[in-house]
């Protein structure tokens, strides 16, 4: 475990594997890097070095309210100033769910940063939008209006900040509770916005822009459908769709949430098949 100051922010991180391309994956919702560190140690015995880090307001970073981009934005610019400072762009960039959206970010705004994308459990479609914007924003906006930040320091998550990183406390009863509120309900907006669009964060014309190969695995449930797959792998011009890896789905029988114990098994198929994703693209450059 390190940690590096980015864009004015403590970032935990840790690199598994000591050799060959770079590779960095984010897990969904806001949890903490944990749960991909034994798919990275599959990843770093084919070859590769990955890259694990806890974006602001999750595990053991700093909590930090930026309202100048979607939250997904400000993640995903962070990645690509902890890639610079470790020396590790261009790199591959992947994740499950929010972590598949700040992949999608990063390809957009940091092109020159990416070397291709590793995507699973890709989100879509106005439920999706609906739950994930009341889990990430509705409930905190409306925990600090009846509470104030002594209230969202106590929340479930926070509360997880804090216990991993202890002065996470002190910064959050520090945050302006107004602005608070306001960065909240920016971001839950630019999230809402995106009800619409073939995935979440991204429009048909910015996906087509990704020039960078696309591998993708497509999730099995309602927040993660295969049609949300289906659609950023036909707009992504140079991608390749894997519906197989858990056990697939008619859209009428999705799953109501996903099964963490299915996709962990999943694990060595999925470092499977990026290991052979990479390699060939590799071989071409």
């Known amino acids: 475990m390190a940690e590096a100051l980015v864009r004015g922010v403590h970032i935990?991180?840790?690199?598994?594997?000591?050799?060959?391309p770079w590779i960095a994956l984010t897990p969904g919702s806001r949890r903490p890097y944990a749960e991909l560190v034994d798919l990275s140690q599959e990843l770093a015995k084919a070859g590769y070095r990955v890259l694990l880090h806890d974006r602001r307001n999750c595990?053991?970073?700093d909590v930090s309210?930026?309202?100048?981009?979607?939250?997904?934005?400000?993640?995903?610019?962070?990645?690509?100033?902890?890639?610079?400072?470790?020396?590790?762009?261009?790199m591959y960039v992947g994740g499950s769910s929010a972590g598949a959206r700040l992949a999608i970010l990063y390809a957009m705004r940091h092109p020159?940063?990416?070397?291709?994308?590793?995507?699973?459990?890709?989100?879509?479609?106005q439920e999706a939008v609906d739950r994930l914007s009341e889990n990430y924003y509705g409930q905190f906006i409306r925990i600090a209006r009846e509470g104030g930040m002594q209230a969202v320091a106590a929340s479930e998550h926070f509360a997880e900040c804090i216990e991993a990183r202890p002065s996470n406390r002190d910064r959050l009863t520090a945050t302006n509770v107004d602005g608070f509120i306001a960065v909240m309900d920016v971001w839950r907006e630019r999230f809402l916005q995106s009800a619409k669009l073939p995935i979440v964060g991204a429009s048909e014309a910015d996906l087509d822009a990704i020039k960078a190969p696309a591998c993708l695995i497509a999730g099995n449930d309602v927040i993660h459908t295969p049609m949300t797959a289906r659609k950023a792998a036909k707009l992504l011009p140079n991608s390749e769709l894997h519906e197989d890896v858990?056990?697939?789905?008619?859209?009428?029988?999705?799953?109501?949430?996903?099964?963490?114990?299915?996709?962990?098994?999943?694990?060595?198929?999925?470092?499977?098949i990026f290991t052979e994703f990479i390699k060939r693209h590799e071989a071409k450059v």
């Open 12 to 20: 935990n991180y840790c690199v598994i594997g000591d050799r060959g």
């Open 246 to 272: 858990v056990e697939k789905r008619s859209d009428d029988q999705l799953l109501k949430e996903w099964d963490r114990g299915e996709w962990r098994k999943a694990e060595p198929r999925i470092a499977a």
């Open 112 to 125: 020159d940063g990416l070397r291709g994308l590793l995507l699973w459990r890709v989100t879509g479609g």
């Open 59 to 61: 595990g053991a970073s």
């Open 65 to 90: 309210f930026d309202g100048s981009a979607s939250e997904h934005e400000v993640w995903a610019d962070d990645l690509y100033e902890l890639g610079k400072q470790l020396g590790a762009l261009p």
